[in-house]
């Protein structure tokens, strides 16, 4: 039982915590910043990028599907504010127009492409495959201190979690700047606190978040952590740091429920196979939003006070 | 080129034309409601309804595979994706309305919640070994390929009804999206109209999920919309616009899609879409790039002419290169910088112009900040002739012969 946790579910449900968390912290400014969509168009956006980069260099190796998925991302953000000046649209609608527009040449790229001898498709890009990134060389405990098996540990690991650390200092260094350029930029330019340039910072962020685990679990995941854990947290709590500390206790919650429930839940009851275990973490963390809209204690916000009196 | 051109004029076969058509009528009817669902600052919730039809689609793939052994029957499949969509459209009223949420915190947890549920669903359904689960993996990024031509058949249908149910209840959608308060003495619910507004944008969306895609049906109702924002300010002919543009788009991208076994079709439609929309950008007579190029060099060709003009009036001698070439064009000066007649008299008109001008931004400064362009537009362009003649009282002593 150990050896098989060891070999077949540790690095899967390692990998599922690290992109959640990740995800979850600069989730919490996107949603208090009304823009809970960036993630979602990020997420469509690498798809063009990483088939990109495939095509020029024929490996699916991090550094060039990271460089691809990051310029395809500039190229998206750049693109939206063209399209927001000069339509004279809504920002939701320039962002419509750019994201199926580069998602659907990531399509067209990748059907006209020969990725038969990589894991590149539609469907990987879309859910991932958790359950593939298994550790054949961890056979007992004792290998997690073996230099030699740690050595054959999935890529992902090690990278998603240099990717957490990252995210985590940015968030910590500038955590002046960035709460107070979330809830009054006016206030933030006038001290000095470039709210521009945090809200830049804020959106590569998010792009590293969402490009190294989408490589690992696929957009459905990184979707659904930008914007569940923290908007749970949201109605749990009115200050900034409870609200990141729930929001990361509500993306391990979803991690390891969601991963269990996919592996385990179907032969309890009764099937023969698992389900999949990027879709079930989306599910179980919007489960939990769920019950925080119905019992959250902080669910009503200001607009409903203003109402009352 | 030949196959191209025989499947654009409807020449290869039934099924091929049924498609086109179907995705034509498609495309229209989604443009058309993509346009009051613009208006009224929504787009986005089309992306949580097309990723809430996900489970919807394969509980009723499944339940109908456990019943009859071939889950693959369009119409129940609309059925459950119309459910679970519909389920997920309450979702994120309810969360905006009762949580302190925002809209677009909600339909990001509705668009990624459900679609990660349908992913769990499907990988059930890959589990079932019925060996028929392909029939549902064309609803992922869209596939007209050996589409039956009773699916075509229903898509057409389907999309024609919503269009008609869109071109009724197009004056009530109008008064929603423009003035609530008018909408609302006119005795229009806006609560019924918004329903029914999300509605026929659920109805076409789950109609369009076999030819375009669930992750890329909503770009038919948002890139035409925007594009046909370019051509018009006015909201009929917007929605006009929009319907043909999605037309087009749909009708081309399912063609080509039907030439070659690995052209996807929801792809090739969007990317056709964004064609059209960068030439509304371009091309557009109202605000496309190169009319406002256009307008912005006509601009600058006055200024350097004025400034050229008020300067030989002052005996200057002109350094710029721009300005020398516009006032040769013009014949205002010959080859060696001298004045022509043409020239001279010119210069008596913008002199007079400038001293109507200083006037006026005497007499009444307050006007004359508000004039926006003052000293460059023509002041009998700017100014009606009853002030001009005032202004001309005023200058009498120095005025210039007209």
Redo the contacts between chains.
């Keep these: 039982m150990s050896n098989e946790f060891m070999q077949l579910s540790l690095v899967p449900l390692l990998i599922g915590i690290l992109s959640a968390v990740a995800c979850a912290l600069v989730g919490n400014f996107l949603?208090l910043r009304?823009?809970?969509?960036i993630?979602?168009a990020v997420s469509?956006v690498a798809l063009p990028g990483i088939v990109g980069a495939f095509l020029i260099t024929g490996t699916l190796s991090a550094g060039p599907m990271l460089i691809g998925a990051a310029v395809a991302a500039i190229v998206a953000v750049l693109l939206i504010e063209l399209?927001r000046k000069?339509?004279?649209?809504?920002p939701?609608?320039?962002?419509?127009?750019v994201f199926?527009?580069l998602?659907?040449?990531g399509?067209?790229l990748l059907?006209?492409t020969d990725t038969s001898k990589v894991h590149l498709d539609?469907?990987h890009a879309?859910?991932g495959n958790l359950e593939s990134l298994i550790w054949l060389a961890g056979e007992s405990w004792g290998s997690l201190f073996d230099p030699a098996a740690l050595a054959e540990l999935p890529p992902q690991l090690p990278r998603l979690a240099i990717v957490l650390i990252v995210v985590a200092a940015f968030i910590t260094i500038f955590w002046k700047e960035l709460v107070i350029g979330t809830f009054d930029p006016a206030f933030a330019e006038s001290i000095g606190a470039r709210p521009t340039i945090t809200s830049y910072a804020l959106i590569i962020m998010v792009a590293i978040a969402a490009v190294a685990a989408f490589d690992a679990v696929g957009s459905?995941?990184v979707?659904?952590m930008?914007?569940?854990p923290p908007?749970a947290a949201?109605?749990m709590t009115d200050r900034m740091g409870p609200q990141i500390a729930w929001s990361v206790v509500f993306a391990v919650l979803s991690a390891i429920i969601g991963y269990v429930l996919?592996g385990y839940g179907?032969l309890w009851l009764g099937?023969?196979?698992?389900?999949?275990a990027?879709?079930?973490?989306?599910?179980v963390?919007?489960l939990i939003?769920f019950l925080c809209?119905l019992v959250?204690p902080?669910?009503?916000?200001?607009?409903?006070a203003a109402n009352r009196t | 080129m030949n196959t191209f051109l025989s499947a654009l004029f409807l020449q290869t076969g039934y099924n091929t034309a049924l498609v086109a058509v179907g995705a034509a009528l498609l495309g229209a009817s989604a443009g058309a409601i993509g346009t009051f669902v613009?208006l009224r600052?929504?787009?986005?919730v089309s992306?949580a309804i097309s990723h809430a039809t996900l489970p919807g689609l394969c509980l009723a793939f499944i339940l109908m595979a456990l019943a009859t052994g071939d889950g693959r029957w369009i119409a129940g499949l609309m059925i459950g994706a119309a459910a679970s969509a519909g389920l997920g459209l309450i979702l994120v009223e309810?969360?905006t309305r009762?949580?302190?949420?925002?809209e677009?915190?909600a339909?990001?947890?509705v668009?990624?919640?459900?679609?990660?549920?349908?992913?769990?669903?499907?990988?059930?359904i890959q589990?079932l070994e019925t060996g028929r689960q392909a029939g549902i993996?064309g609803y992922?990024?869209g596939s007209t390929a050996g589409m039956l031509r009773s699916e075509a058949e229903t898509i057409a249908i389907a999309a024609l009804i919503s269009g008609m149910a869109i071109f009724a209840l197009r004056r009530p959608f109008t008064l929603v999206c423009f003035d609530q308060e008018y909408a609302a003495v006119r005795g229009i619910s806006i609560r019924a109209t918004d329903l029914a507004m999300m509605g026929l944008l659920l109805a076409t969306t789950v109609i369009g999920l076999k030819v375009a895609g669930l992750?890329?049906i909503?770009?038919l109702t948002?890139?035409p919309?925007?594009a046909a924002?370019?051509w018009t300010d006015r909201p009929e002919p917007m929605v006009i616009i929009a319907s043909m543009l999605g037309a087009i788009a749909a009708y081309i991208g399912a063609v080509i899609s039907s030439l070659d076994r690995?052209?996807?079709t929801?792809?090739?439609i969007?990317?056709v879409?964004?064609g059209l929309?960068v030439l509304s950008?371009l091309l557009s007579p109202r605000?496309g790039?190169l009319a406002s190029a256009l307008k912005q060099r006509a601009f600058q060709i006055d200024v350097h002419q004025r400034q050229g003009l008020m300067a030989l009036a002052r005996g200057e001698a002109i350094h710029d290169a721009f300005t020398l070439k516009v006032l040769k064009r013009r014949g205002f000066i010959r080859a060696d910088g001298v004045a022509t007649l043409a020239g001279r008299g010119a210069v008596a008109e913008v002199m007079r112009d400038e001293a109507r001008w200083s006037l006026y931004r005497k007499l009444y400064p307050d006007d004359a900040a508000t004039a926006g362009l003052a000293g460059v537009t023509p002041i009998t362009d700017a100014l009606p002739d009853d002030i001009i003649a005032e202004l001309d009282r005023h200058l009498t002593p120095h005025k210039v012969a007209t």
Excluded at chain 2, 41 to 44: A, E, P, V, Y
Excluded at chain 2, 111 to 124: H, M, N
């Design positions: 949603v009304r823009q809970s969509l993630g979602d469509h399209i000069i339509g004279n649209v809504e939701g609608a320039a962002m419509g127009v199926t527009t998602f659907a040449a399509v067209l059907e006209r539609v469907e879309l859910y459905i995941i979707i659904a930008f914007i569940c908007a949201r109605l996919a179907p099937a023969r196979s698992s389900v999949s990027a879709g079930m973490i989306a599910t963390s919007g939003l809209c959250g902080r669910r009503r916000g200001v607009k409903f | 613009l600052k929504r787009s986005l992306d309810w969360v009762r949580t302190r949420l925002t677009d915190a339909i990001g947890a668009l990624s919640v459900f679609f990660g549920l349908g992913i769990v669903l499907l990988t059930v589990s993996a992922l990024v992750v890329l909503v770009a948002i890139i919309p925007v924002r370019f690995g052209l996807p929801g792809a090739l969007v990317l879409a964004f929309f950008m605000r790039l």
